[in-house]
């Protein structure tokens, strides 16, 4: 908490080559920033993907524990280390296996006659009730995928997962995987609701 005060704060002697950015944090990077889910954070111009996240590393050094497997997106799209960040960018950081609750967010994708539709959900979620939304008049089947945590994971017992998500980014990615999935496959109808909190 102590370096969110600071960032948040930092700003009134920023320099004419600092750029300000807006943080976000999920899951076990939320806990290893000191709890914040969001803060700001002055980092030196020009800048890029990988400048600007070793200036976070500096802010918040208990990232380093996590070594290369923290995922960077900006403005809600994954990022590259060479992209170039900008005064007023969102930056967020999560681990790829996540920790933590979300709310709701639900939001249907409406395009050029689809009835597609992508969701997250922290109810439990009926298959039957989701099939039956993409039930196509044109064609004759509907395959479904329903993933669920499994009991046990090379020897090892899981009792529960938690899932955490940038619920904007999260539903922008399914409808691009929705958009891959018409444009490589002869698909009617798509529909892709996920659960986010705790599964037991």
Not at 170 to 178: D, I, N, P, S, T
Request: net charge negative.
């Amino acid at each position: 908490m102590q370096h969110g005060q600071q960032s948040e704060h930092g700003t009134a002697g920023e320099s004419p080559g600092q750029i300000r950015v807006r943080l976000l944090f999920f899951g076990a990077a939320r806990d290893a920033a000191g709890g914040s889910d969001e803060t700001q954070l002055s980092v030196n111009a020009p800048a890029t993907v990988a400048s600007a996240f070793a200036e976070v590393l500096d802010a918040y050094p208990e990232l380093r524990r996590f070594g290369r497997s923290l995922l960077v997106a900006v403005n809600q799209e994954y990022a590259s280390p060479d992209e170039a960040v900008r005064d007023g960018d969102e930056m967020a950081v999560f681990p790829p296996v996540s920790g933590g609750s979300e709310e709701t967010e639900k939001k249907k994708e409406e395009e050029e006659g689809s009835h597609d539709f992508f969701e997250l959900t922290i109810e439990p979620i009926d298959v039957g009730t989701v099939a039956r939304r993409v039930v196509p008049r044109k064609c004759g089947a509907t395959v479904t995928l329903d993933g669920y945590a499994r009991e046990w994971t090379k020897g090892r017992r899981t009792l529960h997962l938690v899932y955490d998500a940038y619920a904007p980014m999260a539903v922008a990615e399914m409808r691009r995987l929705g958009r891959e999935a018409h444009k490589r496959f002869d698909i009617e109808h798509i529909g892709i609701v996920h659960r986010t909190g705790r599964t037991d």
